[in-house]
T-cell receptor
Framework: AQKITQTQPGMFVQEKEAVTLDCTYD???????LFWYKQPSSGEMIFLIY??????QNATEGRYSLNFQKARKSANLVISASQLGDSAMYFC??????????FGAGTTVTVRA | DAGVTQSPTHLIKTRGQQVTLRCSPK?????VSWYQQALGQGPQFIFQ?????ERQRGNFPDRFSGHQFPNYSSELNVNALLLGDSALYLC???WGVGMQETQYFGPGTRLLVL
């Protein structure tokens, strides 16, 4: 079974600063995909970024980038230039060629003005 | 480009009742997955439908069943509701041919069982 661990239950960040959210995963399958989602208080899960296990470069999408360290089985999300609208719950998830996402417990990010 | 839509947004039921939740996928998507998210936890995979068949199922009892229609929309049915079924139910759609396709979520249905 696949497992995602997010050890930071909550984080505070000052507006315009960067924040790193930790994610470690456990799988024995060589082919997998890692996803990050944002969930505001409204409840909708918003897709942010994807990293495939065979991708040679770290994924980037606008202000989001993924620090993928395959040997350490970690896929940390970096949010640069934080905005007040970034305040939300962030989930890391893994899919291992079985069509289902397995999520971590999430990290709450609060951006301070 | 219409995103994933779900109905209803909120629902209150009593123990023992049955409930049906509905989902329309994002335009161009043919696969629908359902997730249950209890308060303060990450979503848990219930099942996935592709070509009107259940393709994959998570660790949920048979009280949870589903259906996919020819237009790719889907329903989640829960029978004999328990208090523990109170949760946010999320529907996600994707293009189903390959694995590790990005799943896009709808706004969810909040179910409260009294």
């Amino acid at each position: 079974a696949q497992k995602i661990t997010q050890t930071q239950p909550g984080m505070f960040v000052q507006e315009k600063e960067a924040v790193t959210l930790d994610c470690t995963y456990d799988t024995s399958d060589p082919s997998y995909g890692l996803f990050w989602y944002k969930q505001p208080s409204s409840g909708e899960m918003i897709f942010l970024i994807y990293q495939g296990s065979y991708d040679q470069q770290n994924a980037t999408e606008g202000r989001y980038s993924l620090n993928f360290q395959k040997a350490r089985k970690s896929a940390n999300l970096v949010i640069s230039a934080s905005q007040l609208g970034d305040s939300a719950m962030y989930f890391c998830a893994i899919e291992v060629d079985d069509y289902k996402l397995s999520f971590g417990a999430g990290t709450t990010v609060t951006v301070r003005a | 480009d219409a995103g994933v839509t779900q109905s209803p947004t909120h629902l209150i039921k009593t123990r023992g009742q049955q409930v049906t939740l509905r989902c329309s996928p994002k335009s161009g998507h043919d696969t629908v997955s359902w997730y249950q998210q209890a308060l303060g936890q990450g979503p848990q995979f219930i099942f996935q439908y592709y070509e009107e068949e259940e393709r994959q199922r998570g660790n949920f009892p048979d009280r949870f069943s589903g259906h996919q229609f020819p237009n790719y929309s889907s329903e989640l049915n829960v029978n004999a509701l328990l208090l523990g079924d109170s949760a946010l139910y999320l529907c996600a759609s994707s293009w189903g041919v390959g694995m590790q396709e990005t799943q896009y979520f709808g706004p969810g249905t909040r179910l409260l069982v009294l």
